[in-house]
């Protein structure tokens, strides 16, 4: 099947297949899978042009309902969480939609720029994972456990063996303090510091064509120390809320843009097939998630993060 935009020509089961794949196991960690689409339309198929961080976008617009339908069942949703992100990142988008089409045109440094930003990301989570653990790290591990531990309980959703209620708990909202509770603790962080992160995230986002999940999901869990199982819903609907922004954006500048002959809109059937793959596949790794210990969803995250950059980090020396 040949797709006019992309320039790509594959069997319509590559696309469904891979995002499937590569969305079942990064859903667990909160993240759509879009990062490591990207590295495979670039370095697998051959789409190069900026019109791949739309369609990757548009990816997520069709991919990420499934698993935030399935965190909201199983009430581990935090809008106000998702909502800082969501006014956070928003601007953010659209310089970093800006910033792609006018510096970031040729291949060569894009790639470069994408493995910088997945590095970056791989090395944060790892730092989190081995540094001696301050107080907000522990809390969420004990949170965690808790949680893992109360999948095998049989009694009552709404019950568990320590009297704890399950899901995410609001307990304060403001412009300078957000806390929540969730298992017998409590988190609270700055608001405002995570409007700031959002927007620096959103314009990386932008750039590269993932939303900014993939981004702000280990900073959750690094610098706020969160509970993995907490952040998964929020930053996966607030990727669902940017993307469709981006996308949007993408095609109203792309006639703009046109005298430069590169394809800025987004490749819509590509991008179907790929969201197609990956309804499905962050729909079941939103179930598998809380069978998974915390531990193996970063290590998942890690290795596949630091490998994708290094491949693209090398094309420059």
Known sequence: MHFEVSGVTVSPLIPFGVAFIISLFTSTAGVSGAFLLLPFQVSVLGFISPAVSPTNMFYNVIAIPSGVYRYMREKRMSWPLTWVIIIGTLPGIFIGAVIRIRYLPDPKNFKFFAGCVLLYIGLRLFYSMIKKNDLAQKKA??????FYADQDNKESPSENENNQTPGVKTLEVSLTRFSYSFYGEIFTFNTIVLLVLAFMVGIVGGTYGIGGGAIIAPFLVAFFGLPVYTIAGATLMATFATSIAGVVFYA????????????IAPDWTLGALFGAGGFLGIYCGARLQKYMPAKIIKIILILTLLFVAIRYISVIL
């Open 141 to 146: 591990k004990t949170a965690e456990q808790r």
């Open 252 to 263: 109203g500048i792309a006639p703009f843009f046109a005298y430069t002959g590169l394809a």
